[in-house]
């Protein structure tokens, strides 16, 4: 029985990955794996498909930088061969970006799996976090969580944390209400620093004090964002896959609950492709990448990698760390697993102002993994890792190098007439034009793999590949940032409802990119510089420049609209989000296999004097 309203079958999409299966107990386990492909009736199709996407887009990067087709200018001003040249470095990158991508997508594909799932062991200790800062996020929205956690299953002792920013006391009397326990770092210096693991005002500084004070008391944690409500079986689906003992973390897929706005429904199909594909082939080199909106951690890997990481995205950061890390006990590489259950149902943005900042914080924390951590990969890490983390590292500045590659290409054309290669309009449009589908029909066929409970079966995930086209200028904001190394900080996205509200000024970038392809294209009119392909180009450029601008005033125009109709008075600011559904309490509950014992509300407040440094801990 659900809610009234509630329509998302959240119960198949908890056990996507398959019913549990008893381990041999005759052998160390190990984490086993099913390919993807290997369940796919037309598997002959399937590999046409994924060798036919490359092999035409490598035939595209041939044709346009073929030395017959360089363009040659004898007696031409020397600048306007300087530009040739630029033009020819610009479109055969293009053609080379497309061309890595397609190749990333294709590889996925055929290395997909997905782990076996087991039954977690009991007794082990296990303790659950989520965090709160006062004033940025609601408490209702924070008891949700927190009931949602409460009602979780595990066959050992079990401790729910709030790790509270402000040392709230409406969080406390929330902690005491529910039977969780409550921990904050206010107040104590040692945990409240300028920069590294514990600093202050970030969310991987609040783990890290916890872990500093708790970490020896467990054998793991899990986590959820604030903005998250976990499934009864989060710990049942995760914790049997620790039975590997190389096994550092486990995490699953981000789905937004408030599945309303046209921007969440976009920005959860623009994860298509990570979640329901990338993620998966990262389970080939046993190094998905970690996702902080919901996982479960091995504490002693966590310790020996340092903790979380010090990063604007500190779950991407400390994945990387422990992927370069060894067990000790072993002597093999720490391993991670993905599994395809949806266990929890968390918050997207609903705004294109809150979409745009998650987009920049994702991109500078990938930017920043790139420049100060990914040279210690190479010669310390597994050729096939080092290869899996390296396509998922380069989707974002191969994107924004991508745009402005496509920008300057097309201003050196329509103002100055620079050409970089002298080819054919129709074979180029054809060449170009049957890639492109090819690499769409890629993307269409993986569909079939999607892990997301709330889009509609057999869609196409068009809103996605949208979304990700019109979020390059945002990416290459972002790398500018981060080459210049400009301060970037975390924002808390607006929670519980609430939602940034978009004004003009939103989409600064996308106009100041849209008004420099219109002034090209008239001046190409005065010019006489007419080439179809890169005015085609200008067109294609343009239309993703002004998307987003136009989706958000046919929004406000659809919103009015309804006001109107309804006879209620106009309020600013974006229609506000819901909260995704809590999944409904079962009318028996089951018993906890050790219940927990009332706690005094002093009790739950811990706050105790940190540990020392020399102690090896944080």
């Avoid at 930088?65 to 630029?86: K, N, Q, S, Y």
């Avoid at 924070?142 to 949602?148: Q, S």
């Avoid at 422990?322 to 266990?343: A, C, E, I, K, M």
Wanted: proline letters at 8%; one cysteine or more; a positive charge.
């Amino acid at each position: 029985m659900r809610p009234e309203g509630f329509e998302y079958d959240y119960d198949i999409h908890s056990c996507l990955a398959g019913p549990l299966m008893e381990p041999d107990r005759t052998a160390t386990y190990r984490v086993r794996y099913r390919s993807l492909l290997s369940r796919e009736p037309r598997r002959i199709r399937a590999v046409l498909l994924m060798a036919s996407a490359p092999l035409l887009s490598g035939a595209l990067l041939v044709y346009l930088v073929w030395p017959t087709h360089r363009t040659e200018r004898e007696g031409g001003d020397r600048w306007l061969i300087a530009f040739d040249h630029v033009m020819l470095g610009s479109i055969g990158l293009i053609a080379l970006f497309m061309l890595v991508n397609v190749v990333s997508v294709a590889h996925a594909t055929m290395v997909a799996q997905d782990p076996v799932p087991v039954p977690a062991e009991t007794g082990t200790r296990v303790a659950f976090l989520t965090t709160y800062v006062p004033g940025k996020e609601p408490l209702a929205m924070v008891r949700d969580t927190l009931e949602g956690a409460v009602r979780l299953r595990h066959s050992g002792p079990l401790d729910i944390w709030l790790l509270d920013e402000g040392d709230s006391p409406a969080a406390r009397a929330l902690c005491a209400e529910l039977g969780v326990r409550h921990f904050t770092r206010l107040g104590v210096p040692e945990w409240n620093r300028t920069r590294g693991v514990h600093k202050a005002r970030t969310k991987h500084g609040n783990y890290n004090a916890w872990l500093a004070m708790h970490g020896d008391d467990y054998d793991f944690f899990a986590s959820v964002d604030t903005d998250h409500i976990p499934l009864p079986n989060f710990l049942e689906r995760m914790l049997g896959y620790f039975r590997d003992p190389d096994v550092a973390f486990v995490v699953g897929p981000q789905v937004y609950g408030n599945y309303t706005s046209p921007v969440t429904k976009a920005a959860e199909s623009q994860q298509f492709l990570f979640h329901a594909l990338i993620q998966r082939a990262g389970n080939r080199y046993r190094a998905p990448m970690f996702v902080g909106t919901n996982n479960v951690v091995r504490i002693t890997a966590l310790i020996q990698a340092g903790g979380l990481y010090d990063s604007i995205t500190e779950d991407m950061a400390t994945g990387f760390e422990l992927h370069r890390r060894q067990n000790p006990l072993t002597g093999r590489f720490w391993r991670s697993v993905y599994t395809p259950d949806v266990l929890a149902v968390g918050e997207g943005p609903v705004s294109w102002t809150d979409f745009f900042t998650q987009q920049l914080r994702w991109s500078r924390g990938t930017y920043e993994t790139l420049f100060k951590q990914y040279w210690k990969a190479p010669f310390r890490v597994p050729p096939g890792r080092l290869f899996s983390y390296t396509m998922m590292l380069v989707y974002y500045p191969m994107t924004a190098v991508n745009w402005f590659l496509g920008i300057l290409s097309c201003v050196l054309f329509l103002w100055l007439g620079a050409s970089g290669t002298q080819v054919s309009s129709s074979v180029l449009l054809m060449l170009y034009s049957d890639a492109a589908a090819l690499q769409i029909g890629l993307y269409l066929w993986n569909r079939r793999h999607n892990v997301s409970p709330h889009e509609p079966e057999g869609s196409g995930g068009l809103a996605g590949m949208a979304m990700s086209a019109l979020s390059a200028p945002i990416y290459l904001k972002s790398l500018s940032s981060a080459v210049l190394r400009t301060r970037g900080r975390f924002v808390v996205t607006p929670k519980g409802g609430e939602a940034s509200p978009d004004r003009l000024l939103t989409f600064r970038l996308h106009l100041f990119w849209a008004a420099v392809l219109i002034c090209s294209l008239i001046a190409s009119a005065f010019l006489g510089h007419s080439h179809v392909a890169m005015r085609t180009w200008a067109v294609l450029a343009l239309a993703i420049a002004l998307a987003p601008v136009a989706v958000w005033g046919w929004t406000l125009r659809q919103e009015r609209a309804e006001r109107s109709a309804a006879l209620v008075p106009v309020a600013t600011g974006p229609r506000p989000a819901t909260r995704p559904a809590i999944p409904p309490k079962p009318a028996f509950p089951p018993k906890p296999a050790a219940p927990p014992q009332p706690v005094a509300p002093a009790e739950l407040v811990d706050r105790a004097t940190p540990v020392s440094t020399t102690s090896g801990r944080h």
